[in-house]
């Protein structure tokens, strides 16, 4: 394998400069194909904001060959996300086997430095492209939701996952509310962080965490009231998805996952980075097949407080990122209808992707890709 020297934090792009075409093979994934295939080589594939990706080619028993996909990642961060993305499809697998490749292992180079670690899955040829068609896309998921069972009844995962190259804070909780205040906290800090200290932002995420969640996400559990910790993709946007070029059908990817209220998943939609889901016909017909919690007439300010968390995890990983400005403009208009504050701005409309339309190319303007 080549070695890499990763003392100081390189970028994707800067790593495969480094490799200059050669893509980093070790024993441990050719371990990691099914018993009796024969490894035969592998080739970069894909582009990745956070992983190196590619192609393996195998001869299966019976002569014929097979392709894998392949994704490697450094240090122990790269581990929490592979380990993470792993255990989300197989779950997601096991609930629907066409909805997600099949997963084959995780695991760590034997290559000791730098530290090293891959996660290999079936490779499907897919159209990454063209946007899914919303009934056929939109029933399936809402099917993963409604069949997935938490093994604990809780709320939370069983390893920690990531959106992005930021991790999910998922330690098990019974109240939805507060397992949201974890995972939403967790992502600001990481923002501060990333972008610096900004008063009027901090202060504002005080009040929606101590207050307006409360209020917002308390009474989907009050009253007689019940949700149902649903496993989500916990990354899902068009770019995690793509349509199987053999079927047809609708194929997620990058997961990372945890058992959450199933409209969470909805939340990514809204931000600048979503732009296909953006359109209302997806969660609509969403909706037609996993009606909105009651009360349903809070759908759409559950829906704002949802994307806060992908649009600060977006900027927690970008720095200078525009979805900053975003979160606090939907913390504002939260604030005013639930919690009022002083020492925040006005809510402003003319800065609000759901409104505007505003939308970002990812990863794009950073260099990432």
């Known amino acids: 394998m080549e070695t890499i020297d990763i003392e100081s934090p390189l970028s994707i792009k800067e790593i495969l400069a480094r490799l200059d075409g050669r893509f980093p093979i070790d024993e441990a994934v050719i371990e990691a194909l099914p018993p009796g295939t024969t490894f035969l080589s592998v080739e970069n594939f894909g582009t990745s904001a956070w992983t190196i990706t590619g192609r393996v080619t195998a001869k299966e028993p019976d002569g014929s060959q097979k392709l894998y996909f392949l994704k490697v990642a450094y240090g122990e961060h790269g581990s929490t996300m592979l380990r993470g993305e792993y255990e989300s499809s197989k779950i997601i697998y096991k609930l629907d086997s066409d909805f997600i490749p099949e997963p084959f292992g995780f695991g760590r180079y034997k290559v000791e430095n730098p530290a090293t670690y891959f996660y290999l899955s079936e490779f499907i040829d897919m159209d990454v492209a063209t946007a899914p068609e919303p009934v056929e896309f939109t029933s399936r998921l809402a099917e993963m939701h409604k069949a997935s069972q938490s093994p604990t009844g809780k709320f939370g995962f069983h390893v920690v996952t990531c959106d992005g190259k930021m991790a999910h804070t998922v330690d098990w909780e019974d109240s939805w509310a507060v397992f949201y205040r974890k995972l939403l906290v967790g992502v600001c ?36 009231r019940q949700i149902k910790p649903c496993i989500i993709h916990g990354d899902l946007w068009e770019g995690n998805m793509g349509i199987n070029m053999e079927t047809g059908e609708s194929l997620l990817f990058d997961a990372g996952s945890y058992y959450a209220h199933n409209e969470m998943e909805m939340g990514h939609w809204r931000c600048e980075f979503s732009s296909v889901f953006r359109s209302k016909v997806y969660t609509r017909h969403y909706l037609r097949n996993y009606p909105a919690a009651e009360p349903i007439d809070e759908f759409d300010d559950r829906n704002r407080l949802y994307s806060i968390k992908g649009a600060i995890n977006y900027a927690a990983g970008h720095p200078g990122s525009i979805l900053r400005k975003t979160a606090y403009n939907n913390m504002c208009y939260l604030c005013e209808k639930y919690a009022p504050i002083n020492g925040i701005n006005k809510y402003d409309p003319r800065i609000d992707p759901s409104i505007t339309g505003a939308n970002i190319v990812p990863h794009l303007l950073e260099g990432l890709i």
């Open 189 to 224: 800090k990481l923002d501060l962080e990333t972008n610096g200290p900004w008063p009027e932002l901090e202060r504002a995420t005080e009040q929606v965490a101590t207050t307006v969640i409360s209020r917002l996400l308390g009474s989907l559990q009050t009253e007689g």
